[in-house]
């Protein structure tokens, strides 16, 4: 049986001018180079990257830094960890990121910082108010001696102080002071991480 109001709304739909205006803005890149390098990094250097065994991770370290990443000594990747942009990454000496951790957009990561496996950092996404979709990119910066737990969520625009902890599985939204122990969803600050004149007298 024909439905005249469906068939009515469809002409109406149609009328209307889509909200979404893809641009290019929308996918980001400045220009063509960086186009090419992005797709020579998703079609060839991850690829190079992720069939490495893992007592090669020097190799893997090499093909990030030929895609302009900056990488300190005794600095461990596993080869099942997720860089979408590596010229955006740096990372500092003895500093790992564990299996299944994703990192997408500017990341500076400092000295002795551990990320667990299925860490998400994540400072690279979308303006989903602008018709055009515009790529964002908000920095995040993890300070020296920090470790954060698995399955952790950390967002565009986050510092994590120095030696400071996050808790698995949590959502870190907003900046964390140094030398604490924060968890939940959103994280929260919950207690120091070690007392402050112990703080004091290391160097992380």
Same mark, same amino acid.
């Given at each position: 049986?024909?439905? #005249?109001?469906? !068939?009515?709304?469809? #002409?109406?739909?149609?009328? @209307?001018? !889509?909200? !979404?205006?893809?641009?290019?803005?929308?996918?980001?890149f400045?220009?063509?180079?960086?186009? +090419?390098?992005?797709?020579?990094? @998703?079609?060839?250097g991850s690829?190079l990257?992720?069939?490495t =065994?893992? $007592?090669?991770?020097?190799?893997?370290?090499? #093909?990030?830094?030929?895609?302009?990443? @900056?990488i300190?000594? %005794?600095?461990?990747?596993?080869?099942k960890?997720?860089?979408?942009? $590596?010229?955006?990454?740096?990372?500092?000496?003895?500093?790992?990121?564990?299996?299944?951790?994703y990192?997408?957009?500017?990341?500076?990561?400092? %000295?002795?910082?551990?990320?667990?496996?299925?860490?998400? =950092?994540?400072?690279?996404?979308h303006?989903i108010?602008?018709?055009?979709?515009?790529?964002?990119?908000?920095?995040?910066?993890?300070?020296?001696?920090?470790f954060?737990?698995?399955?952790?969520?950390? =967002?565009?625009?986050?510092?994590?102080?120095?030696f400071?902890?996050?808790?698995?599985?949590?959502?870190?939204?907003?900046?964390?002071?140094?030398?604490? #122990?924060?968890?939940?969803? $959103?994280?929260?600050?919950?207690?120091?991480? +070690? $007392?402050?004149?112990?703080?004091?007298?290391?160097?992380?």
């Amino acid at each position: 049986m024909f439905d #005249i109001e469906r !068939y009515v709304k469809s #002409i109406d739909m149609q009328s @209307k001018e !889509y909200w !979404y205006k893809r641009s290019a803005s929308t996918r980001g890149f400045a220009n063509k180079r960086e186009e +090419i390098r992005f797709r020579l990094w @998703k079609y060839v250097g991850s690829v190079l990257f992720s069939v490495t =065994l893992d $007592p090669f991770n020097c190799f893997r370290i090499l #093909i990030l830094k030929l895609f302009g990443a @900056k990488i300190g000594c %005794n600095v461990y990747i596993s080869r099942k960890a997720t860089i979408v942009l $590596p010229w955006l990454l740096e990372v500092g000496e003895s500093s790992g990121l564990d299996e299944y951790s994703y990192v997408n957009g500017s990341v500076k990561i400092a %000295n002795n910082c551990a990320i667990a496996s299925f860490v998400k =950092l994540v400072a690279a996404g979308h303006d989903i108010r602008k018709r055009t979709f515009d790529w964002v990119d908000k920095s995040i910066y993890v300070d020296s001696g920090v470790f954060i737990g698995a399955n952790s969520c950390v =967002l565009g625009g986050v510092k994590i102080g120095k030696f400071s902890t996050i808790g698995m599985n949590s959502f870190v939204v907003k900046d964390i002071p140094k030398n604490k #122990i924060a968890f939940g969803n $959103p994280a929260m600050v919950h207690s120091d991480r +070690i $007392p402050n004149e112990d703080f004091q007298k290391y160097n992380f």
